[in-house]
């Protein structure tokens, strides 16, 4: 059976750090896109970071550019983004997310994780 | 970034009655290779968002054929042939045609 399983989130101070990971199983890893996608507190889906299946290409939105860095281990069949300078605007759900195993974007995010969620607050 | 805009945000329906929403983009979303990049997500309450539809119109696994897609370009529609209590939550509109990524504001989809 497919699953992504997020970890690592929690209340941060303003300005603070944090680092997610995704554990993936029940699938080759390596060869597929993955993704960080998050939900603010009641509002929709941002999709914040995108990393190729050999991690040679990372694609961040805007507003986490310089801040938010993904990267994956292959041979752990894992998922990571490494959070700093947070601010309260990137309180969310934080979700791990699948994409293709083919191509040269996110065609498509197949299968997601439950979800972890990141508070940012003193 | 591109822009994607669904309407309605609020949609009441009535089981086994037909659904529609509506998305459309600010940018063109049919690439070079002619194909339009263009999904479609349900975000069942407390659940993670689910692919529904992807390119346009093509079925995710296990997705039931009462759902529809269709368009291209910029004008893009999700139809639901005839709505179940399954079928609520929140569904959203991905653009696939530049990376990051985008989605439109969600229609939340309710039984009156």
């Known amino acids: 059976e497919m699953q992504l399983v997020e970890s690592g989130g929690g209340l941060v101070q303003p300005g603070g750090s944090l680092r997610l990971s995704c554990a993936a199983s029940?699938?080759?890893?390596?060869?597929?896109?993955m993704s960080w996608v998050r939900q603010s507190p009641g509002k929709g889906l941002e999709c914040v970071a995108n990393?190729?299946?050999?991690?040679?290409?990372?694609y961040y939105v805007d507003s986490v550019k310089g801040r938010f860095t993904i990267s994956r281990d292959n041979a752990k069949d894992s998922l990571f983004l490494q959070m700093n300078s947070l601010t309260a605007e990137d309180t969310a759900v934080y979700y791990c997310?699948?994409?293709?195993?083919?191509?040269?974007?996110?065609?498509?995010?197949?299968?997601w994780g439950q979800g972890i969620l990141v508070t940012v607050s003193s | 970034d591109i822009v994607l805009t669904q309407s309605p945000l609020s949609l009441p329906v009535t089981p086994g009655e037909p659904a529609s929403i509506s998305c459309r983009s600010s940018?063109?979303?049919?690439?070079?290779?002619?194909?339009?990049?263009l999904d479609w997500y349900l975000q069942k309450p407390g659940q993670s968002p689910q692919l529904l539809i992807k390119?346009?119109?093509y079925r995710a696994s296990g997705v039931p054929d009462r759902f529809s897609g269709s368009g291209a370009g910029t004008d893009f529609t999700l139809k639901i042939s005839r709505v179940e209590a399954e079928d609520v939550g929140v569904y959203y509109c991905m653009q696939a045609r530049q990376i990051p990524p985008t989605f439109g504001q969600g229609t939340k989809v309710e039984i009156k």
């Open positions: 390119y346009v119109s």
């Open positions: 940018q063109s979303l049919l690439d070079t290779n002619g194909h339009n990049y």
């Open positions: 990393i190729k299946k050999d991690g040679s290409e990372k």
């Open positions: 029940g699938f080759t890893f390596s060869t597929y896109w």
């Open positions: 997310a699948r994409g293709p195993d083919f191509g040269d974007r996110i065609d498509f995010l197949e299968y």
